[in-house]
């Protein structure tokens, strides 16, 4: 779909170029020549390099478009990352697990990460979380 919307710009901007190159460029020897040419002719010329000038503004709009359409993707998925990572994090802090250990010196429970360590709050006796 992207490929196909950078393909369709790609040849809006060429044929637009081509039109208005060729067209304009034609419009232009046709007035400056010495040979007459009729009106039509040139003003036929002139409107092929206008509608030239339109296709590439028109695929210029498109680029700007699909640009912007891009950035927002870029943003959503941004924010959607971020959540996901909030949430994982949130659930690393909910399951961290802690113990009660009874202080061996003065015998108060404290609350002990499990796996680490800490001091009772009472005597400063270093305690184990198990
Ligand atoms: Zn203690």
């Not at 490929?3 to 710009?9: C, E, I, K």
């Not at 010329?45 to 210029?60: E, K, N, P």
């Not at 009660?100 to 979380?129: D, H, M, N, Q, S």
């Amino acid at each position: 779909m992207k490929q196909l919307a950078w393909l369709g710009r790609s040849l809006k901007n060429i044929c637009g170029w081509i039109l208005t190159v060729l067209f304009g460029g034609v419009g232009v020897y046709a007035l400056l020549d010495e040979t007459e040419d009729g009106a039509a002719l040139v003003a036929f010329c002139f409107l092929l390099a206008a509608f030239g000038v339109l296709l590439i503004r028109s695929a210029r709009r498109d680029k700007k478009r699909a640009e912007a359409r891009d950035e927002e993707e870029r943003q959503y998925r941004r924010r959607q990352e971020e959540a996901a990572q909030e949430r994982a994090r949130q659930e690393r802090r909910e399951t961290v697990a802690y113990a009660a250990v009874e202080c061996p010196g003065c015998g108060a429970v404290a609350k002990i990460r499990k796996g680490g360590v800490g001091r009772c709050e009472y005597c400063g006796t270093v305690l184990e979380g198990k």
